[in-house]
T-cell receptor, first 115, second 115 residues
Framework: DTGVSQNPRHKITKRGQNVTFRCDPI?????LYWYRQTLGQGPEFLTY????????KSRLLSDRFSAERPKGSFSTLEIQRTEQGDSAMYLC?????????????FGPGTRLTVL | AQSVSQHNHHVILSEAASLELGCNYS??????LFWYVQYPGQHLQLLLK??????LVKGIKGFEAEFIKSKFSFNLRKPSVQWSDTAEYFC?????????????FGTGTSLTVIP
C-alpha cells in the first residue's frame, strides 16, 4: 500500500499519560499535515511541515502537543499529560511538492481515547 | 474569521434522487476548493477540486460542483444518487493559497441513501 499510513490505529490511555502517534506520508510528498477530528465535526488543522520544517501551527496546538518530522519523511505527534478533551481522531495528510496547494491524501487516522 | 459552513448536517434520499449539498465559506480572497468523501470505515478521499478556470468541475463517481464566487459557495451535486453514495461529505477550503496550505473543513454532511 503506497498511501499515507498511521500508527497506531487506536490508542487508549489514562489521563495524564503521554502518547505518541506516527505518520508515514506518501514517499514523494514533501508536505505533511496533522488534523484533529472530534465527533460531529470536520477535521481541524493542527500543524504543517514542508520537508523537516514546521511552517504553521494552529492555536489548537497547546504546549502539551509537539510534532516533529526530523528527516523530512515520517512525522510524530506527541501529546503530553493527556486530558479527556484530547480524545479525538488524529489525522495525517500529505501532499506533493509544488508551488500551488495540492490535493491532500489522508491516512486512516489514530483514534485516541483518554480515560 | 475564516470559516466553512455546511448547512445540511444529515440528508436522507431514496436511490435515483438528485443531490445537492451546500458549502459556503467566509473569505474575500483567492480560495482553492475541495470536496472530500468518507465512506463508512474508510479514510477521507478526494471527490473533486477547484483551483481556477471553469467554475463547474466534475469529479469521480458522477459528482460535480459549481463555484459561485459572488455567493462564496461551492455546492456539490449529483443527478442520481446510489446506495453506495452513503457516506460523510466534507467541504474543504484553502484560504490564501499563497501564504498557507491548511484546509479549513466544514462540519460535514451525513448522506444516507435508501435503496
Amino acid at each position: 500500500d503506497t498511501g499515507v499510513s498511521q500508527n497506531p490505529r487506536h490508542k487508549i490511555t489514562k489521563r495524564g499519560q503521554n502518547v505518541t502517534f506516527r505518520c508515514d506520508p506518501i514517499s514523494e510528498h514533501n508536505r505533511l499535515y496533522w488534523y484533529r477530528q472530534t465527533l460531529g465535526q470536520g477535521p481541524e488543522f493542527l500543524t504543517y511541515f514542508q520537508n523537516e520544517a514546521q511552517l504553521e501551527k494552529s492555536r489548537l496546538l497547546s504546549d502539551r502537543f509537539s510534532a516533529e518530522r526530523p528527516k523530512g519523511s515520517f512525522s510524530t505527534l506527541e501529546i503530553q499529560r493527556t486530558e479527556q478533551g484530547d480524545s479525538a481522531m488524529y489525522l495525517c495528510a500529505s501532499s506533493a511538492k509544488g508551488g500551488a496547494p495540492n490535493e491532500q491524501f489522508f491516512g486512516p487516522g489514530t483514534r485516541l481515547t483518554v480515560l | 474569521a475564516q470559516s466553512v459552513s455546511q448547512h445540511n448536517h444529515h440528508v436522507i434520499l431514496s436511490e435515483a434522487a438528485s443531490l445537492e449539498l451546500g458549502c459556503n465559506y467566509s473569505y474575500g480572497g483567492t480560495v482553492n476548493l475541495f470536496w472530500y468523501v468518507q465512506y463508512p470505515g474508510q479514510h477521507l478521499q478526494l471527490l473533486l477540486k477547484y483551483f481556477s478556470g471553469d467554475p463547474l468541475v466534475k469529479g469521480i463517481k458522477g459528482f460535480e460542483a459549481e463555484f459561485i464566487k459572488s455567493k462564496f459557495s461551492f455546492n456539490l451535486r449529483k443527478p442520481s444518487v446510489q446506495w453506495s453514495d452513503t457516506a460523510e461529505y466534507f467541504c474543504a477550503v484553502i484560504m490564501s493559497p499563497d501564504t498557507g496550505n491548511q484546509f479549513y473543513f466544514g462540519t460535514g454532511t451525513s448522506l444516507t441513501v435508501i435503496p
